[in-house]
């Protein structure tokens, strides 16, 4: 099963940037790796994802403010955040979607999370 560790949260402050990095144990059977974050008391969300083709999407909130890549020689996946907002505010998740070599079977892997925090 694929290991995930992400790096690079913190507290900056409104408009500012923070760069996440997220380390994958290997890049065997990872197709799209996505970034996901949860706000204080709320669900879950989708920020960005990238494809094993290299093609991305984006939550609207983040458009034109964040951007999601990879680099599959190294097994990592980014999230360059700029122009960053209070309601950013959230703990940022890694998570890669992945198909077992032999078996096809797929299956989720979650890394434990790393906090962003924009002061206003």
């Known amino acids: 099963q694929v290991q995930l560790v992400e790096s690079g949260g913190g507290l900056v402050q409104a408009g500012g940037s923070l760069r996440l990095s997220c380390a994958a144990s290997s890049i065997l059977g990872i197709q799209t790796m996505g970034w996901y974050r949860q706000p204080p008391g709320k669900q879950r969300e989708l920020v960005a994802a990238i494809t094993s083709g290299g093609s991305t999407d984006y939550a609207d909130s983040v458009k034109g403010r964040f951007t999601i890549s990879r680099d599959n020689a190294k097994n990592m996946v980014y999230l360059q955040m700029n122009s960053l907002k209070p309601e950013d505010t959230a703990v940022y998740y890694c998570?890669?979607?992945?198909?077992?070599?032999?078996?096809?079977?797929?299956?989720?892997?979650w890394g434990q999370g790393t906090q962003v925090t924009v002061s206003s």
């Open positions: 998570k890669a979607e992945c198909v077992r070599v032999i078996t096809r079977v797929k299956y989720e892997s």
